[in-house]
């Protein structure tokens, strides 16, 4: 085999961000925005990178040993799974790997971490290496921390996974959940947030005032908990109740923004059974639940924020 091109989809946090960091467990649903990741084997030396969605085109990588602080940001992904890959299954091929996207890197849905699955699948399939699935979150994990130093690593069960995942941090734990529908309105204030910027926000937080923050967390954990339940039950109305929950206690961890808040109250009016942001917060996506979505669309829309259509609970990464 010479050629292999892989999908991957994004992803939305449904509840339990920044805790899970620490250890708790959070709920994450893969969504049908797929990012497409192909590799060819080339008669040369070198790796040549092509990502037009952020700006890269013909970056020459090694196959392993890339120094990540001398490499433009869109192609630190690549080149942090080419390092591992290459440390565990020494490549001797030159290749070209181009990514093509669905969506924006800019709504948060994760396309750093879909990449880094992609390409890891995609060696995996191409050089016949037959790692599981856990083995490429364990690899795809390790690259992630290699750029940015932090995270729990959900994004990557969710665009290896697919579906909806109860998740604990580093992949100790990742259960698909049984969830046939979810009747959810998702809503970009069109303010990209860094996701690490805003975990290193909450960690000195913690930092500071580690007693409350150490107690929203431990609540947060709680209403995961009760979350996953009513989710598999398909009871909306609690799980309205508890995105309202969830969304006060990142309130609380400092990070909500003004955009967000508007969006979230516009689809609590407008008759959403709950609203919260999802992801690091600081910007990005919000998520209401509610039967009545073009009511919710058009107050979310009226109050600046725009409307991305996503299936949730979504497939996996699969060989195209
Ligand atoms: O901003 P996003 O959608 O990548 O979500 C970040 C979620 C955090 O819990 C804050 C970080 C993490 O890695 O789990």
Redesign the pocket.
């Known amino acids: 085999m010479d050629k292999i091109e892989i999908s991957t989809p994004g992803?939305?946090?449904l509840f339990?961000?920044?805790?899970?960091?620490y250890g708790g467990p959070?709920i994450v649903t893969a969504v049908d925005q797929r990012i497409k990741v192909i590799i060819e084997k080339l008669n040369s030396q070198t790796v040549v990178l092509n990502a037009p969605e952020v700006n890269i085109e013909n970056l020459a990588l090694n196959f392993g040993s890339n120094n990540l602080d001398q490499i433009p940001k869109g192609g630190k992904f690549v080149a942090a799974a080419l390092n591992n890959f290459n440390v565990q299954f020494p490549l001797d091929n030159g290749l070209r790997i181009s990514t093509i996207s669905d969506f924006s890197s800019k709504f948060?849905?994760?396309s750093s971490?879909a990449v880094t699955v992609g390409v890891i699948k995609g060696l995996n399939e191409l050089m016949g290496t037959k790692m599981n699935n856990q083995q490429i979150f364990d690899m795809a994990y390790k690259s992630v921390l290699d750029v940015q130093g932090?995270?729990?690593?959900?994004?990557l069960a969710a665009a290896i996974w697919g579906g909806t995942l109860y998740f604990i941090?580093g992949g100790k734990q990742i259960d698909p959940l049984r969830v046939t529908k979810l009747p959810l309105v998702i809503g970009y204030t069109g303010i990209k947030?860094d996701?690490a910027t805003?975990?290193r926000f909450?960690a000195n937080r913690k930092n500071q005032f580690a007693l409350p923050i150490n107690s929203v967390f431990s609540v947060i954990e709680n209403v995961v908990v009760l979350a996953k339940k009513a989710l598999e039950d398909g009871n909306w109305n609690s799980l309205g109740i508890l995105m309202d929950i969830n969304q006060g206690l990142l309130e609380s961890l400092g990070?909500g923004t003004v955009e967000l808040s508007n969006l979230i109250y516009a689809s609590r009016l407008s008759g959403a059974w709950g609203a919260k942001l999802?992801?690091?917060?600081g910007g990005?996506?919000m998520i209401a639940l509610s039967d009545n979505k073009q009511n919710v669309e058009q107050a979310i829309q009226a109050k600046g924020g725009t409307i991305i259509h996503a299936k949730t609970n979504a497939e996996g990464a699969r060989i195209e």
């Open positions: 992803k939305l946090m339990g961000e920044h805790a899970v960091v959070c948060g849905f994760g971490s932090v995270g729990s690593g959900f994004d941090t947030a996701t805003w975990v909450v990070v999802s992801g690091a917060g990005d996506c």
